[in-house]
């Protein structure tokens, strides 16, 4: 076989951290690897190094026939040997047409007098289109695609200058993150394809069922360096658990049960319409986790964010304890006890500029208040004992929260909410991005947290991390209830079954 991309002995220290330590790796043309490990193992300093926006300390990368010292590595070098990068992020302009986001990455094509031409633009992105098989036109707005029609565009995007040939690198860094299952599948069907017609890829994600579907080889990290390379046939769930966690994953523990149904509800919603959503009723009880399944665009979020005051309600009416729930706004719902961890914890719930300690307080401010006066002190006292107790890994409280893993800063965001003894806890994709131990870590605090007089809505795109955390589970379709499951109905295959389609007749 020949090597797409070697890795050699590359290493990078900050300050006394070392975040690789001698990592290696080769990554064979025309195959899918899988690049693994647990938040902080050092995946992402590799890929930084690979996309030169990072120089490691020692080591050497060759891409193909390119061989580059990894401290001498420069987006523009990356460009040159052919290695490309897709995030998380696609980064598409969801405002422009799909030619427009091809081209603004490779130019448009122009006259003499630097009028674009476009007949040639029109032409070139079919072409491209064809190539990568996406079923979209070049008018199409990419607003209008699915999302991973969107990715597929990036990943266009980023091999188009390539003209389909087989010697470049493609790095996805957990592109299927923000994918509900069926665009998951669509997606990996065209990594498969991309990879079996000799384009190389190195795949990151936290799921492995995605790894076990469509890798060839696996590599994984843990605290810098190269715990294990996998063959296809050692690919299995237990054996990445054990190499990634640490240890065999102990099944989660089966769901404490909901509430006897005679008890009163904690939380009622009868007839709530607003945003997407249409006609919501249901009922929370105390010591109860209720899950909101359903794809993208089905009202999960929209529930949440009406709830929260976030979005305003046109009809309906919300009772918590007895008494009438109708926030203004986040103030109003924060008095009312109610929490809400939104799905975007970098844009719409960290404080990125702000250390650990000041985004934990910043749902108790007024506690350190003192005659006009911040007390510090105090806060800082309280956050290292809240890190303790939540078991958030950081050198310190006033270390940067956009220092922190992605796990850990989801552990911050919890934290700051639960300092304020909710009633209702409002989660929406309370694991996404982030590990099996923190994504363990998050179950374990939800559970210890949900008692009698507490309980929580969580909305998931992931219907196993519903089966496994919730009591029962609430499938919405076009902003209505289609569906709820208890019980034994309560599997990851029948949420996904109501979710992806009409209900079977009983």
């Not at 690789?20 to 195959?31: F, I, K, P, Q, W």
């Not at 647990?38 to 590799?46: A, E, M, R, V």
């Not at 860094?173 to 923000?178: F, G, R, S």
């Not at 006897?260 to 509800?265: G, H, K, L, R």
Request: proline share 5%; net charge neutral; charged share 25%.
């Amino acid at each position: 076989m020949v090597a797409a991309l070697t890795v050699s002995d590359v290493s990078k220290s900050y300050g006394p951290t070392r975040a690789l330590d001698r990592a290696s790796l080769t990554v064979e043309r025309g195959t899918i690897h899988a690049l693994l490990g647990g938040n902080g193992s050092g995946k992402s300093t590799l890929i930084k190094i690979l996309a030169g926006v990072v120089k490691g300390d020692s080591g050497t990368v060759a891409i193909g026939d390119a061989a580059l010292e990894a401290s001498a590595i420069t987006p523009a070098r990356a460009a040159a040997a052919r290695c490309f990068f897709v995030h998380q992020d696609a980064g598409v302009f969801p405002e422009l047409s799909v030619a427009d986001n091809l081209h603004l990455g490779q130019g448009f094509e122009t006259t003499g007098l630097q009028r674009i031409k476009w007949r040639a633009v029109r032409r070139r992105t079919r072409e491209i289109l064809e190539r990568y098989e996406i079923s979209a036109a070049p008018e199409t707005l990419v607003a209008d695609l699915g999302p991973a029609t969107q990715a597929k565009l990036a990943i266009a995007r980023a091999l188009q200058g390539t003209d389909g040939a087989t010697d470049s690198v493609l790095v996805l860094d957990e592109p299927t993150a923000p994918l509900p299952a069926h665009e998951v599948a669509h997606l990996l069907t065209a990594l498969r394809r991309y990879a079996d017609a000799g384009q190389s890829i190195v795949f990151v994600t936290h799921r492995l069922a995605e790894v076990c579907e469509i890798a060839d080889r696996a590599t994984v990290l843990r605290n810098g360096r190269v715990l294990a390379d996998l063959e296809r046939h050692e690919i299995t769930p237990e054996r990445l658990t054990d190499l990634i966690a640490g240890g065999p994953e102990s099944a989660d523990p089966p769901a404490r049960g909901a509430a006897p149904e005679d008890a009163p509800p904690l939380l009622r919603v009868t007839g709530l319409s607003g945003g997407r959503i249409e006609d919501c009723s249901l009922d929370l009880r105390g010591g109860e986790i209720l899950g909101l399944a359903g794809l993208t665009g089905s009202g999960r979020t929209t529930l949440l964010q009406l709830l929260f005051g976030l979005i305003p309600r046109r009809s309906g009416e919300v009772t918590l304890s007895g008494e009438r729930l109708a926030p203004r706004g986040p103030r109003d719902a924060m008095a009312a006890d109610l929490a809400y961890v939104p799905a975007d914890r970098k844009r719409d719930g960290l404080f990125p500029g702000l250390s650990v300690s000041e985004n934990l307080a910043m749902a108790v401010v007024p506690r350190y208040w003192r005659h006009g006066w911040l007390r510090r002190g105090d806060e800082q006292s309280d956050s290292r004992t809240l890190i303790a107790e939540q078991g958030i890994k950081t050198e310190s409280e006033r270390l940067a929260i956009s220092a922190l893993s992605g796990g850990n800063q989801q552990k911050v965001m919890l934290a700051r909410w639960l300092r304020r003894e909710p009633k209702v806890l409002l989660l929406d994709e309370p694991t996404q991005g982030v590990d099996i131990g923190a994504r363990r870590g998050i179950h374990d605090l939800l559970r210890a947290v949900v008692q009698p007089d507490v309980g929580a809505i969580v909305a998931s795109s992931d219907e196993d991390e519903l089966a496994a955390v919730c009591d029962r589970v609430l499938v919405l379709r076009d902003g209505r209830i289609c569906a709820e499951l208890t019980a034994q109905d309560l599997t990851a295959e029948r949420i996904a079954r109501f979710a992806h389609a009409d209900p079977p007749t009983r």
